[in-house]
């Protein structure tokens, strides 16, 4: 069947830098992709999420990239802080979201200091 | 997110019990999701609910059943409890436009003993 995946299960970053996190989707027929971030005792958080006519939306510190040709989702965090350790999911669905998300099985920020 | 509530935060059972896990929300949205999460499976979904008088079953629907009791109100039971449905479950709400994120809440860990 059609997955979302994630290419890295953990990513180690210095407080400061910036942290990439992918996402690599099979299902062409997706329209629309969110990332989530979830802590340790807490449900998934949005931080951000973009459609399938655009390849590029930024938020506040974040920035997530669409790659159609490859089927490839990425979330950028500049300048990371301790409070971005956490859990990343991205997810995606079609027909605009009607049958709820699928997701990735997620990649873990680790925030040295 | 305070908005959608679950109870309880934690629970265990022994096998063959039946148990019921709730959630309520005050978004006022119109669906409702139930999901499992597993470790290294990310979160799959169970069941939505479009509104009161809508039930669909979702990726792994067996074993578990619905009810909405309200607009705000989702239930998750388990007929028979057994030890492989042990995990972390989470409810989430949408408010039902295009492309709308869902809304988690902080989840309920199960144990199946």
């Known amino acids: 069947g059609e997955s979302v995946g994630l290419h890295l299960p953990t990513l180690s970053v210095q407080e400061g830098d910036n942290s990439i996190i992918n996402c690599a989707y099979s299902?062409?027929?997706?329209?629309?992709f969110i990332w989530y971030k979830q802590e340790s005792g807490k449900g998934p958080q949005f931080i951000i999420d973009?459609?399938?006519?655009?390849d590029k939306r930024q938020g506040q510190r974040v920035t997530v990239l669409l790659n159609k040709t490859v089927k490839h989702l990425s979330l950028q965090i500049a300048a990371t802080q301790p409070g971005d350790s956490a859990v990343y999911f991205c997810?995606?669905?079609?027909?605009?979201?009607?049958?709820?998300?699928?997701f990735g099985k997620g990649t873990h920020l680790i925030i040295q200091p | 997110d305070a908005d959608v509530t679950q109870t309880p935060r934690n629970r265990i059972t022994k096998t063959g019990k039946r148990i019921m896990l709730e959630c309520s929300q005050t978004?006022?949205?119109?669906?409702m999701y139930w999901y499992r999460q597993d470790p290294g499976l990310g979160l799959r979904l169970i069941y939505y609910?479009?509104?009161?008088?809508?039930?669909n079953k979702g990726e792994i629907s067996d074993g578990y059943s619905v009810s909405r009791q309200a607009q705000a109100k989702f239930s998750l039971s388990l007929e028979s409890a057994i030890p492989n449905q042990t995990a972390l479950y989470f409810c989430?709400?949408?408010?039902?436009?295009?492309?709308?994120?869902?809304?988690f809440g902080n989840g309920t860990r199960l144990t199946v003993t």
């Open positions: 989430a709400t949408s408010a039902g436009q295009v492309n709308s994120p869902l809304h």
């Open positions: 299902n062409s027929a997706s329209d629309y």
């Open positions: 973009i459609r399938s006519n655009m």
């Open positions: 997810a995606e669905t079609r027909r605009g979201g009607a049958d709820g998300l699928t």
């Open positions: 978004k006022g949205h119109d669906r």
């Open positions: 609910s479009f509104d009161v008088k809508d039930i």
